[in-house]
């Protein structure tokens, strides 16, 4: 007997609708559709609740088998779930841009750095620009952080190539305007976001 019908069976043995049995795993009566019709399986934690409410083994609910395939997909999701916080986390990191001393600043043929809140060694539209490419990065960042933290997939692929695509571009304008150390720490930026996202699609 598969899953679903296990489940089916036991539901129905306690006299209980999928909304009741929702309720009581915490769970939406989606997911029971779901599980029952065999177009999906529970969560490790979700069978651990099914197990106790019904007073049955794990074992008598899945096979071995099914069972391993189910901890390898959670623990995919999970190495998935935590390589997305890095990478949000790598956006949010280019305030670093904004704030820390990258920026030359020439004084009687010494050359300072400064931080882009005391750059002025540049047009206003260069400078709005640079404004516009960290902040939009940083924003990325927290979106796919809060997507993340809210386990929702949708959006994140669009998130992602915003993000590539800014970086990229972010890199080239500070190569352009000769801003050495800002364009090392915008392409260090990238490089890790590029290894991360090897590793997410390698999974």
Request: with cysteine; glycine share 4%; hydrophobic share 50%.
């Amino acid at each position: 007997m598969e899953f679903g019908e296990k489940l089916l069976e036991l539901r129905n043995g306690k006299g209980m609708t999928q909304e009741e049995l929702a309720d009581s795993l915490f769970v939406s009566r989606t997911a029971i559709s779901k599980w029952e019709s065999g177009r999906g399986y529970p969560s490790i934690e979700s069978l651990k609740e099914i197990s106790r409410f019904f007073s049955v083994s794990i074992d008598e609910l899945l096979s071995s088998e099914k069972l391993v395939t189910i901890a390898e997909k959670e623990n995919r999701a999970n190495i998935r779930r935590v390589l997305d916080y890095l990478f949000g986390l790598d956006d949010i990191l280019a305030c670093g841009l904004i704030f820390l001393p990258l920026f030359p600043h020439p004084v009687d043929r010494v050359v300072y750095a400064v931080s882009l809140l005391e750059y002025s060694d540049i047009s206003p539209a260069i400078r709005m620009f640079y404004w516009i490419l960290f902040i939009v990065l940083v924003v990325s960042g927290a979106v796919m952080v809060a997507l993340n933290h809210f386990k929702l997939e949708k959006g994140k692929q669009a998130v992602i190539t915003v993000s590539m695509v800014i970086n990229i571009i972010t890199v080239l304008f500070l190569a352009i305007t000769r801003s050495a150390y800002a364009t090392s720490a915008a392409f260090i930026l990238m490089i890790i976001k590029g290894i991360l996202l090897l590793k997410r699609e390698k999974i």
